[in-house]
């Protein structure tokens, strides 16, 4: 069992940063491989914005590039989101999702309850 926990989100003005953490835990948590963000914006589906790996390999979608990093802190058990240069289209519902056997196009088993991330003026 992985229990995923976000928190970050916020009301921010385009061109303002935010970021995103997310405390993993369980007894399953030593065995995660990748974790993500992904992005659910209203009426769309869900997709992913960066993941990494435990060997510190990160992915970007091709929004995220260039603006968004993301890390882990392997002591806090937290995998964070540095979101820079944010634009309304950023806006949405970001989940984190833990995969404890690959890092591949489909999410893992895991999911958190998701942050709001509302860019506006």
């Known amino acids: 069992q992985v229990i995923l926990v976000e928190s970050g989100g916020g009301l921010v003005q385009p061109g303002g940063s935010l970021r995103l953490s997310c405390e993993y835990s369980g007894g399953g948590a030593s065995s995660i491989y990748a974790w993500s963000w992904y992005r659910q914006a209203p009426g769309k589906q869900r997709e992913m914005v960066a993941a990494i790996t435990q060997n510190e390999d990160a992915v970007y979608n091709n929004t995220a590039k260039g603006r968004f990093t993301i890390t882990r802190n392997k002591a806090k058990n937290t995998v964070y989101l540095q979101m820079n240069s944010l634009k309304p289209d950023d806006t949405g519902v970001y989940f984190c999702?833990?995969?404890?056997?690959?890092?591949?196009?489909?999410?893992?088993?895991?999911w958190g309850q998701g942050t709001q991330v509302s860019v506006s003026s």
């Open positions: 999702n833990a995969d404890p056997w690959t890092l591949a196009s489909t999410p893992g088993p895991y």
